[in-house]
T-cell receptor, first 116, second 104 residues
Framework: GAGVSQSPSNKVTEKGKDVELRCDPISGHTALYWYRQSLGQGLEFLIY????????KSGLPSDRFSAERTGGSVSTLTIQRTQQEDSAVYLC??????????????FGPGTRLTVL | KNEVEQSPQNLTAQEGEFITINCSYS?????LHWLQQHPGGGIVSLFMLSSGKKKHGRLIATINIQEKHSSLHITASHPRDSAVYICAVTDMRFGAGTRLTVKP
């Protein structure tokens, strides 16, 4: 079956512009996660959705970052007024069960964001 | 101090060798994940475990909850096992990863 998909695969933007990154989870998966991986760095948790609600937004690095999920399916991560330090690969993952980190996660291919 | 520590940071092995990667954590958890990140960047979940031991093919993962320690073993390693192996605890705090290179 179809896995987790993300779009765009690559995004180059200018400093100060807003960007939207999209994640399509596996159909029927209740939990959805966003992560960030900066160049040469480890994975960093950003936000977790349980259905359409986000019980934990603690990982969002600043108020320029926001995310929503609609219909228990597609999620969008928005970064406003992008800065060069936002350059990273943004990864999405989904899992069948709710409960943060308590089920196997399936990762998308990521969106590579470059802020010039 | 990072709440999730992995060792070694880098590991080079010859094909056929037995590999062990370690993960220690300092927080209470209900599950621990082992992930594999291929050179192209794709991430695959290898194991999620909360106690004991799991095996899948040549991969074995163990966890000791009392000692807050987990190990990932690879038997009869192969060049295709070359990747970064990452452990993560329940609320998705990650170790820095172990870069494994298996030479033919």
């Amino acid at each position: 079956g179809a896995g987790v998909s993300q779009s765009p695969s690559n995004k180059v933007t200018e400093k100060g512009k807003d960007v939207e990154l999209r994640c399509d989870p596996i159909s029927g998966h209740t939990a959805l996660y966003w992560y960030r991986q900066s160049l040469g760095q480890g994975l960093e948790f950003l936000i977790y959705f349980q259905g359409n609600s986000a019980p934990d937004k603690s990982g969002l690095p600043s108020d320029r970052f926001s995310a929503e999920r609609t219909g228990g399916s597609v999620s969008t991560l928005t970064i406003q007024r992008t800065q060069q330090e936002d350059s990273a690969v943004y990864l999405c993952a989904s899992s069948p069960q709710t409960g943060r980190g308590t089920d196997t996660q399936y990762f998308g291919p990521g969106t590579r964001l470059t802020v010039l | 101090k990072n709440e999730v520590e992995q060792s070694p940071q880098n590991l080079t092995a010859q094909e056929g060798e037995f590999i062990t990667i370690n993960c220690s954590y300092s927080v209470g958890i209900s599950a621990l994940h082992w992930l594999q990140q291929h050179p192209g960047g794709g991430i695959v979940s290898l194991f999620m475990l909360s106690s004991g031991k799991k095996k899948h093919g040549r991969l074995i993962a163990t966890i000791n909850i009392q000692e807050k320690h987990s190990s990932l073993h690879i038997t009869a390693s192969h060049p295709r096992d070359s990747a970064v192996y990452i452990c993560a605890v329940t609320d998705m705090r990650f170790g820095a990863g172990t870069r494994l290179t298996v030479k033919p």
